[in-house]
Nanobody, 123 residues
């Protein structure tokens, strides 16, 4: 049984930063592509950032480029999302996800995912 434990969310002011983490237990993520999705109230789930299993390729949604950074520590079996210069429109529930093969912008394509963690950015 694989479990993801997400942490680091909460309330931040515009211009501030948060660092989300997603620690996996029960299975190594070393061979999985990983991604961070988010879903705001009344909106569809969207891929924010993703990376291949070895980190040689990354994806960022246009609106977060230059502000967010996805990374991973395979030794700790943990994936991170550093979010800088936060904006109110970043407010959403964030989910980490993992899949074998290449990353995808479709949440349903992922085999493993966490319960999500709330991020609220005040103006």
């Amino acid at each position: 049984q694989v479990q993801f434990v997400e942490a680091g969310g909460g309330l931040a002011q515009a211009g501030g930063f948060l660092r989300l983490s997603c620690a996996a237990s029960g299975r190594t993520l070393a061979t999985y592509a990983t991604g961070w999705f988010r879903q705001a109230p009344g909106k569809e789930q969207e891929l924010v950032a993703a990376m291949t299993w070895n980190g040689d390729m990354t994806y960022y949604k246009d609106s977060v480029k230059g502000r967010f950074t996805i990374s991973r520590d395979n030794a700790k079996n943990t994936v991170y999302l550093q979010m800088n210069n936060l904006k109110p429109e970043d407010t959403a529930r964030y989910y980490c996800a993992a899949k074998r093969g290449y990353y995808s912008d479709i949440f349903a394509a992922y085999e493993l995912w966490g319960q999500g963690i709330q991020v609220i950015v005040s103006s």
